[in-house]
């Protein structure tokens, strides 16, 4: 860092260092080997000053400090864990020389404080926040497969307590800062303008202490360590932990260790304790491709990283939604919210009223919670303009659809927006099943035409899986991609196939789990084992979820259209259409919407698994092998992307892994469904699995020619390995 550019500036008011971090290298402060020795030199410089009562930590910045530097942790996690182990043991010792130094150090907390930014904070004596609730403090590193590997596992639960402290170092959840306070995170809330004045006064009145309050020789953790409280407390989180991980994550487990363990050891054993925990994270599979995923293809799918290049970026003025119903009215509801003008249309004004209303109510909720302001809320509905004038649409750079899952229907509205719209408009058709290329063949602009598969529910929902058919044009994927963007959510693109990406080889999850009912499993049990992968919930609930009218619709559908021994001979790729056709058409159970599907509920939550299903299939297998039919949950996924992948469907297996998290949840933990054949398989070994299981149960695991090239490694999709 030359002089001219420092990172961290300070000076010295009425005996008070002040320390600025203000890393203008970067878009936000965060921690990284220079910084920190200009940090620790700087610190040093201050607290050796005779004159110098204590020290203050801020930063003029929006935000205080979010966090390591992501980039510098996978340069070198793959040191000899040694080194590695040295390296967080330099910062370890730092941060406990902050405390240690003797005179009173005081973080007066500007904005967000997260993970090492908050593992330095709690390094102070003394923790000041500005009075404004949009500022976030907590330890996110579990959700990239991480522990807050500075002290953080130490510091939180001796300064809030175990159960808090457990709490959030294993949720990873965000600490506002009335909540700071309350928990005795930090000590004083104070107004943003006030913040420095009342930091520093904390050291001239003698307010912020020397020493750390667990530093006393008579400290006593809370609850104190082996009280029957202390155990209780452990074995909940242990309970809890494993309850919401199934083994899958190797941090939280990491974490209480870190913290039963340290809290019964002096400081420096503790965080050398820590520090080989954080290593043992950083260099395993789990937090690696979790940040590969999670993070990294992410980012750059949010980056629009792979728009076409050369096309003007589009500014929405104005964007057209046609249907009002439960996808069309959330898709407004994204438009409005991010600025956009949105003309929402439906066969009548009032259907159409319909929709906005439900915007309405939609935001209503967050008015009254204060997440939005009354101009705002007044501002987003003054956004949507119900009609059902189609000439309405006029002046769109962008026309969605969104009626009825009817080819005729989506024919007719196609070429009635074309008539209204201008050549420019591009037209996006959010159909979950009919192809794209099909469906241009009503349009006059092809070229123009383009699949915007939005999930439901569309206001929850981050991703948005665009679809090119045979004739769309780079500049109508780049318009796609742009307006996606504009509402905050991440695209992934794909090229056109029935199901294409995301409900092709989800579609496969529920698929396995009504094979396994035929073979003779419980139902419970297959839902059980569905769980324990990391799915977000078992194959039955997400098709209750879904609607099991909506499988079954899709089911008869694509027989209707490819033909029963079509669809046997590619190898059943798509739900069981008897047992659908049985449980919608004969039981009349559609899902949760009714309150009845594979589960019986009371209200929206799942409360038994329907007896009528126990009795149809009793489980006449009594010893199952969990292991395989976990696998064969995530392997037929993973295989079913390989198909997409080999036909051209997918054209980047990081496009694969973020679509499989952001879309339907896949397992988390393994970085999406390449991650998981890559990394945490391997290709070789999960032919062998498919070749025997192509054998026992089915063609539907035969491996195709991409799967036999990357198991003779003639090929590999990820740069980053694990290490040795
Ligand atoms: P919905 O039945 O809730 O809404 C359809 C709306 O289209 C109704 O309000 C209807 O009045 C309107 N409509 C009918 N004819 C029209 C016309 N000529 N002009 C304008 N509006 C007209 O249906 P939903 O669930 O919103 O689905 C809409 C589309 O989105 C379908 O193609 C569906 O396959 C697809 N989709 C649905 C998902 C879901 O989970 N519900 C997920 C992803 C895609």
Same mark, same amino acid.
């Given at each position: 860092m030359s002089d001219n550019n420092k990172a961290i500036t300070s000076e010295i008011r009425d005996g008070v260092g002040i320390l600025y971090w203000n890393d203008t290298t970067q878009s936000v402060n965060c921690l990284y080997e220079a910084v920190l020795l200009e940090f620790e030199k700087e610190f040093n410089a201050l607290v050796e000053q005779k004159d110098v009562k204590g020290v203050v930590v801020t930063s003029p910045r929006d935000k205080f400090i979010v966090g390591a530097d992501i980039k510098v942790l996978t340069k070198i996690r793959d040191l000899p864990a040694e080194e590695l182990f040295k390296q967080n043991q330099q910062l370890s010792l730092f941060f406990r020389h902050m405390e240690t130094q003797g005179k009173p150090v005081v973080a007066a907390i500007n904005g967000d404080a997260l993970g090492g930014g908050l593992e330095l904070a709690m390094a102070c004596h003394y923790r000041v926040v500005a009075d404004d609730n949009s500022i976030k403090l907590g330890t996110p590193e579990v959700m990239l497969g991480l522990l807050p590997g500075a002290g953080g596992t130490q510091r939180l639960p001796r300064l809030i307590g175990l159960q808090d402290g457990l709490r959030y170092l294993t949720t990873g959840g965000n600490i506002r800062p009335p909540k700071a306070l309350k928990l005795g995170l930090v000590n004083e809330v104070v107004p943003a303008d006030q913040l420095l004045d009342v930091a520093c006064d904390a050291i001239r009145s003698g307010? !912020?202490?020397?020493?750390?309050?667990?530093? !006393? !020789?008579?400290w006593q953790a809370s609850p104190p360590v082996h009280s029957q409280e202390f155990v209780q407390v452990m074995g909940a989180g242990v309970a809890l932990v494993r309850d919401k991980t199934h083994d899958n994550y190797p941090a939280p487990q990491a974490m209480l260790s870190c913290v039963y363990q340290g809290l019964q050891l002096p400081m420096e054993s503790a965080l050398k304790y820590e520090g080989r925990q954080f290593v043992t994270l950083a260099r395993g599979p789990v937090s690696r491709t979790m940040i590969r995923t999670l993070w990294f293809g992410r980012n750059d799918a949010n980056k629009l990283a792979k728009r076409p290049a050369g096309i003007e970026d589009t500014k929405f003025t104005q964007v057209g939604v046609l249907g009002a119903g439960v996808m069309g009215a959330g898709i407004a509801i994204c438009t409005a919210e991010a600025g956009i003008r949105c003309v929402l249309v439906d066969i009548s004004d009032e259907a159409a009223q319909r929709g906005k209303d439900y915007a309405r109510d939609y935001w209503q909720r967050q008015l009254t919670k204060k997440r939005i302001t009354q101009d705002e809320f007044d501002a987003r509905m003054a956004r949507i303009v119900p009609t059902s004038d189609y000439a309405k649409l006029g002046g769109s750079q962008l026309v969605i659809e969104a009626v009825f899952e009817d080819r005729g229907l989506k024919a007719k509205v196609t070429r009635m927006t074309e008539e209204a719209t201008g050549d420019d408009a591009v037209f996006g058709t959010n159909t979950s099943t009919l192809p794209i290329t099909g469906l241009a063949e009503a349009s006059d602009r092809p070229q123009s035409f383009i699949g915007i598969h939005f999930f439901s529910p569309v206001e929850k929902m981050p991703l948005v899986e665009i679809i090119r058919g045979e004739k769309t044009d780079v500049r109508a994927t780049a318009v796609a991609m742009d307006y996606v963007a504009a509402i905050s959510k991440t695209p992934i693109v794909v090229n056109d196939s029935r199901g294409f990406y995301t409900s092709r080889v989800f579609g496969t999850y529920g698929r396995e789990a009504f094979e396994m009912l035929q073979e003779g499993y419980s139902p419970t049990l297959i839902e059980n084992v569905g769980r324990s992968t990391g799915m977000p919930m078992g194959p039955f609930e997400l098709i209750d979820m879904i609607g099991v009218d909506t499988a079954q619709k899709i089911a008869a559908a694509t027989e209707a259209e490819v033909g029963r021994e079509a669809m046997e001979a590619a190898g059943e790729n798509f739900y069981n259409k008897d047992l659908l056709d049985w449980i919608?058409? *004969?039981? *009349?159970?559609?899902?949760?919407k009714t309150g009845q599907g594979f589960y019986d509920y009371e209200g929206r939550k799942?409360?038994?698994?329907?007896?009528g299903l126990h009795e149809r299939y009793p489980g006449k297998l009594d010893n199952p092998d969990i292991a395989e039919l976990k696998k064969r949950f995530l392997h037929i996924q993973t295989l079913e992307t390989l198909r997409c992948m080999e036909e051209g469907v997918v054209t980047a297996a990081d496009d694969a892994d973020v679509g499989s998290i952001f879309g339907?949840?896949?397992?988390p933990w393994s970085g999406g469904v390449m991650s998981y054949g890559e990394t945490h398989v391997g290709w070789s070994r999960l032919l062998a699995d498919c070749e025997d299981y192509a054998k026992r149960f089915g063609k539907r695991f035969e491996p195709n020619d991409l799967l036999r090239s990357l198991a003779a490694g003639e090929k590999a999709f990820f740069n980053d390995s694990a290490a040795a």
């Open positions: 307010k !912020a202490p020397r020493r750390q309050p667990f530093d !006393a !020789a008579n919608v058409l *004969e039981c *009349e159970r559609p899902g949760q799942p409360s038994k698994l329907w007896s339907w949840g896949f397992a």
